[in-house]
């Protein structure tokens, strides 16, 4: 668990497993780039104090200027993008990208509409190409909607923005919308109990679901702004895991 409350992937201890054929200096970097990369500042602080790792320049100044922004970010948002960890806000276009900072924490927290609200506006079109977060980030408002007991906006709601879904005719999304539809009905079912949380679709309310529908969003958005949607260490891990599953098809061993 990191100071920030994060719990850390179990990829560190894959890391400390390697740490006999990595140099410590690698490790600390591949460590530094994960905390930058997903904004954990405190745990990075904290690396850093630790290790005596060098933070780039860069990094550290561009964290104090998001820092300077806090009074334009909703109450209590902690600055998780992981876009602007990587580049300077020296770039011309940074300001204007700053704003994104919320979207993943709306998201998270539930106020999925104003997520998606600011992703028309800074990434245009990255909903029109991926429906399938498009329609769970309908989804989590829906949900908002049914545990604050609005039920009838909540039925406006489902009926103005899910039935597109439902007419669409591309044979080459039939399935994927099917399959959705079926997801719909599990939303439509919370409908049925005066207490949501107590119905069998209950994971639909979990904050597991809107901390994964907010990851692919922030991923979305990563890949849209031609920026890497993974860090370094969870490319590593990827790319380890292939490995040693072609040797062990291969040689009948990991």
Do not use: W
């Not at 980030?137 to 406006?156: M, N, P, Q, T, Y």
């Not at 099917?178 to 409908?191: I, Y």
């Not at 031609?226 to 098809?249: G, N």
């Amino acid at each position: 668990m990191t100071s920030d409350g994060v719990q850390l992937p179990v990829c560190f201890s894959f890391l400390i497993s390697l740490s006999e054929a990595i140099n410590e200096n690698d490790i600390h970097k591949i460590v530094r780039s994960y905390l930058v990369h997903n904004c954990f500042k405190d745990t990075l602080e904290s690396f850093i104090a630790c290790t005596g790792v060098k933070q780039p320049v860069d990094h550290l100044e561009d964290m104090e200027k998001r820092k300077s922004k806090e009074a334009t970010r909703p109450p209590n948002l902690t600055p998780i993008h992981n876009k602007f960890f990587s580049r300077s806000f020296s770039d011309p276009s940074a300001s204007k990208m700053s704003a994104l900072l919320g979207i993943f924490h709306f998201a998270l927290d539930g106020n999925a509409s104003k997520a998606i609200e600011l992703t028309e506006e800074f990434a245009p079109g990255l909903l029109e190409e991926n429906k399938d977060l498009h329609f769970d980030l309908l989804s989590l408002h829906f949900v908002e909607l049914v545990c604050s007991r609005k039920i009838d906006e909540a039925l406006g709601f489902a009926q103005s923005k899910f039935t597109p879904f439902g007419k669409e005719q591309k044979y080459v999304e039939k399935l994927e919308m099917t399959e959705k539809m079926l997801s719909m009905q599990d939303f439509m079912a919370l409908l049925a109990y005066e207490e949501p949380e107590k119905s069998p679709m209950f994971h639909l309310l979990s904050s597991e679901h809107r901390q994964h529908v907010a990851d692919s969003l922030n991923r979305a958005i990563l890949a849209h702004t031609k920026l890497p949607s993974y860090s370094e260490m969870e490319r590593l891990i990827q790319q380890t895991t292939v490995v040693r599953q072609c040797l062990s098809q291969e040689f009948g061993k990991v």
